[in-house]
């Protein structure tokens, strides 16, 4: 091979080489394109975490929208009992104190009951735990507030409902 092919050869190798190895630009570029990438990433993870925020607050608005709607009836219902309900009913007519710290739902249940001589039935309420502080109130309100006030061992809200039939008091958590 003479001397001038092979300074030919060695030209065309490193012009290859050269042509394979990025340029400090072409580098450049590869990042800023990197970043850019990242940078939508991020937008779309905040936008979805932004997302996620409302609907938890949508959440939180709707439950406690139900909270103060269910409050504001034991109220009036308070009030009504107050200005007049029937004194002959067991339980109307009798006022009570609660005092139950993290008290078993139906240990609760069994009280009233003992007060009122009145059978409570309650079925699926194991689990349940109510904690109450009051003072001079019917049986009835009692009731609607153990329901109202009943939590799981996770703090959730036990959903109770009790309804009176027959003479007798029936405590249940509606269905799912």
Do not use: C
Not at 12 to 17: D, E, H, I, T
Not at 67 to 91: H, M, V, W
Not at 145 to 154: C, F, G, P, Q, V
Request: aromatic share 2%; proline share 5%; hydrophobic share 40%.
């Amino acid at each position: 091979m003479s001397k001038r092919s092979l300074t030919a050869a060695l030209l065309l190798g490193a012009l290859a080489l050269a042509a394979q190895r990025p340029s400090g630009a072409q580098q450049a570029d590869r990042e800023v394109q990197a970043l850019r990438r990242e940078v939508e990433d991020l937008r779309q993870e905040k936008n979805r975490l932004q997302d996620e925020n409302i609907a938890l607050a949508r959440r939180f608005d709707l439950e406690r929208k139900r909270a103060l709607e269910e409050r504001d009836g034991l109220l009036r219902r308070i009030a009504a009992l107050e200005a007049g309900g029937d004194a002959g009913a067991p339980l109307d007519r009798l006022r009570m104190t609660l005092s139950f710290d993290d008290t078993p739902v139906p240990d609760a249940l069994r009280f009233v009951q003992d007060v009122t001589n009145v059978p409570v039935d309650g079925e699926g309420l194991e689990g349940l735990t109510v904690s109450l502080r009051l003072r001079d109130l019917s049986p009835r309100v009692a009731l609607s507030l153990i329901a109202a006030n009943a939590r799981d061992a996770e703090g959730r809200w036990g959903d109770l409902r009790w309804r009176e039939v027959d003479g007798r008091v029936e405590v249940s958590r509606p269905p799912r």
